[in-house]
Every structure is written in C-alpha cells, then in structure tokens.
C-alpha cells in the first residue's frame, strides 16, 4: 500500500472548523477501509472514524455531530470535515488505511499509516 499523505492542519479559534485531507493509492481508498486517529501530546492515540466500503461511516462518540468523514474517489482523496472544534481536539490528526471493527477500530499490521497533521484549537 501507498503510505497516506495527510493535509490541512492548523491553529483554529475553538468554535470553528478545519477540514483534514487524506491522499493515497486508488486501492487504498477504494478498496480497504479508511480512518482518522489522533493523539494528543503524552495521551494514547485514539479513533475518530472510518469511512468503509462502500460508503459506511462511523464516528467516535467525542465528534460525533461535529466531524464528517467523506471520500473523493475520483482524486484518491479522503476528508475530515471537522466543525464546532474544541479545545480538547488539539492533537496530531493521522490517516490511515485498512481499519478493522471489532470490540474497537485498528489498523491492521498491513495497514499504512500517514505522517500526521497538527490540529491546535485555542479556548
């Protein structure tokens, strides 16, 4: 697999919005199921969502009503949509392919993940 390649991080006042995108292979995108982790500094890295095959979504509870996840399939190109942002957000966004759901969402030891972008809200 492509290594994803994450864009559109920044410093956004808490209340407004971002949106994160996501490039990779074709296969990647259209094929394997696609997410969102995050991590803030000296805390675990933790789900946000997934967008699966072919149009599922799913979306931890913490964002759910605020974030919006979506694929370009045309430009290989996931998207985070993140509105009504909190402090509690700032974090580095990750992408990643090849989620898996069981108890809880993880990428497989085949999965790629991206390099990261930082999200920094101020309250």
């Known amino acids: 697999q492509v290594q994803p390649v994450e864009s559109g991080g920044g410093l956004v006042q808490a209340g407004g919005s971002l949106r994160l995108s996501c490039a990779a292979s074709?296969?990647?995108?259209?094929?394997?199921?696609v997410g969102w982790f995050r991590q803030a500094q000296g805390k675990e890295r933790e789900f946000v969502a997934a967008?699966?095959?072919?149009?599922?979504?799913y979306y931890a509870d913490s964002v759910k009503g605020r974030f919006t996840i979506s694929r370009d399939t045309a430009e290989n190109t996931v998207y985070l949509q993140m509105n009504n942002l909190k402090a509690e957000d700032t974090a580095v966004y990750y992408c990643a392919s090849d989620l898996v759901h069981g108890s809880y969402w993880y990428v497989r030891p085949s999965g790629r993940w991206g390099q990261g972008t930082q999200v920094t809200v101020s309250s």
């Open positions: 967008i699966d095959w072919p149009t599922a979504t």
């Open positions: 074709g296969r990647t995108f259209r094929m394997l199921a």
